[in-house]
């Protein structure tokens, strides 16, 4: 039975890492559902954040593997209730629709989005949340005539009191020992 797993790998930012990572997911035939590179708090250590769906032993066996690239420093593993997650949307929609009735303003307003820029011929809407708000949302402006939309992957924290920052140093104090 498969699922949802959420992967947090860090690791140095080398050239090549996310095709490695890419790599050893599609060899098991897993695909990405979301994929977000940052900087993490922790300075020249990189975030990726990818989101998959498979089983618990496909999971385990794929973040062992990636966690023996080199680059990598460390792979957490997180189901939907071990993570607090939103992604990002952004919707183009058209001045003259948008002026043309207060709809949807009243659409905006309902789903606490924001208007980010308003010119003559385009408005952009900004919506933070889960996939299924920015996409009930792509659904009620739809009639309206959207222009664009795009959509971040998953960005992430945990729920657990132990962070990176702390295995780090962990990991350098069993180094200088």
Same mark, same amino acid.
């Given at each position: 039975?498969?699922?949802?797993?959420?992967?947090?790998?860090?690791?140095?930012?080398?050239?090549?890492?996310?095709?490695?990572?890419?790599?050893?997911? /599609?060899?098991? !035939?897993?695909?990405?559902?979301? &994929?977000? #590179? @940052?900087?993490?708090?922790?300075?020249? %250590?990189?975030?990726?954040?990818?989101?998959?769906?498979?089983?618990?032993?496909?999971?385990?066996?794929?973040?062992?593997?990636?966690?023996?690239?080199?680059?990598?420093?460390?792979?957490?593993?997180?189901?939907?209730?071990?993570?607090?997650?939103?992604?990002? /949307?952004?919707? !183009?929609?058209?001045?003259?629709? &948008?002026? #043309? @009735?207060?709809?949807?303003?009243?659409? %905006?307003?309902?789903?606490?989005?924001?208007?980010?820029?308003?010119?003559?011929?385009?408005?952009?809407?900004?919506?933070?949340?889960?996939?299924?708000?920015?996409?009930?949302?792509?659904?009620?402006?739809?009639?309206?005539?959207?222009?664009?939309?795009?959509?971040?992957?998953?960005?992430?924290?945990?729920?657990?009191?132990?962070?990176?920052?702390?295995?780090?140093?962990?990991?350098?104090?069993?180094?200088?020992?």
């Amino acid at each position: 039975m498969t699922k949802e797993f959420t992967l947090s790998l860090f690791s140095e930012n080398h050239i090549g890492l996310l095709n490695q990572v890419t790599n050893i997911l /599609a060899r098991r !035939k897993i695909n990405i559902n979301s &994929l977000v #590179a @940052s900087e993490s708090a922790v300075k020249d %250590v990189y975030l990726i954040t990818v989101v998959v769906h498979t089983t618990d032993d496909l999971i385990v066996k794929v973040s062992k593997q990636i966690e023996k690239l080199i680059d990598v420093l460390k792979v957490f593993v997180h189901e939907a209730n071990e993570i607090i997650h939103q992604e990002i /949307a952004l919707y !183009k929609v058209r001045t003259d629709e &948008l002026m #043309a @009735s207060n709809r949807i303003e009243q659409i %905006v307003r309902n789903n606490n989005a924001r208007f980010l820029e308003i010119t003559p011929d385009y408005a952009v809407i900004e919506k933070t949340g889960h996939k299924n708000e920015t996409s009930a949302l792509f659904d009620e402006l739809h009639p309206y005539g959207v222009l664009q939309f795009a959509r971040s992957g998953r960005v992430a924290i945990t729920k657990q009191i132990k962070e990176l920052i702390q295995y780090l140093e962990e990991m350098d104090i069993g180094k200088n020992k």
